[in-house]
């Protein structure tokens, strides 16, 4: 089973939800923007993906700099909780498979996750050709 939080608005996260199912699989989809988060989930995500709650901030087109999350002394736990009232603040796409978790930027880095990869060429939405394919 693959699951993806997934943000339908993102073009990586488009291309990698396009790259697992051009490998073959039907992935669960979760649209975080509409479901939210829960503080164990996030907690359990980013320890798995072996990230950081820094790391995993979305810092551009999000409302991090505004809600001052962006400074130093800014806590784990002031930032986790601005996550869960704005869910656009975690970084995205996360991808779980049974080979791990993690951050799927760029795009192909999904392919660490896949036992299987599309077959022939493969281009992104901005008409790149994705590497890395066997």
């Known amino acids: 089973m693959i ?4 943000n339908p608005d993102c073009g990586t996260s488009r291309n990698v939800l396009n790259i697992i199912k051009a490998s073959g699989y039907e992935p669960v989809v979760i649209e975080y923007l509409k479901e939210g988060w829960t503080k164990p989930q996030l907690l359990g995500l980013f320890s798995a993906a ?3 709650v820094k ?3 979305r810092v551009t087109k999000s409302p991090a700099k505004e809600l ?3 400074e130093e002394s800014v806590t ?4 986790l909780e601005a996550m869960l009232e704005h869910p656009i603040l975690v970084n995205r796409p996360i991808v779980c498979t ?4 993690k951050l799927c930027r760029p795009s192909e880095t999904v392919l660490d996750l896949l036992e299987r990869h599309p077959v022939g060429e493969f281009y992104k939405e901005d008409g790149q050709a994705l590497s890395n394919l066997s």
């Open 3 to 6: 699951v993806i939080h997934h």
């Open 50 to 52: 072996n990230l950081t």
């Open 55 to 57: 790391a995993a901030l």
């Open 68 to 70: 001052g999350l962006l």
């Open 76 to 79: 784990d736990d002031t930032i």
């Open 98 to 101: 049974i080979k791990g978790i």
